[in-house]
């Protein structure tokens, strides 16, 4: 597995979370502010199902909360 940045920038991934059936992995190109996106990935298929953007510059550290249970 190897996520994907923006403009095809080097993606840096720098943390993980799991929460459930998903990883999520902060990371991103060195290009200043808001450069730092997630990767949300499928654990079981080991691919990329959703990418959030714009999350921070360089960030290193994530927490994945599950929902509460009902």
Do not use: H, Q
């Amino acid at each position: 597995l190897y996520p994907e940045a923006p403009g095809g920038a080097t993606p840096r991934p720098r943390g993980i979370a799991v929460c459930g059936p998903y990883a999520c992995v902060i990371g991103g190109a060195k290009e200043g502010a808001r450069s730092s996106l997630v990767w949300v990935v499928d654990i079981a298929a080991g691919t990329v199902v959703g990418t959030v953007t714009g999350v921070g510059n360089e960030s290193y550290f994530l927490a994945a909360i599950p929902p509460p249970s009902t």
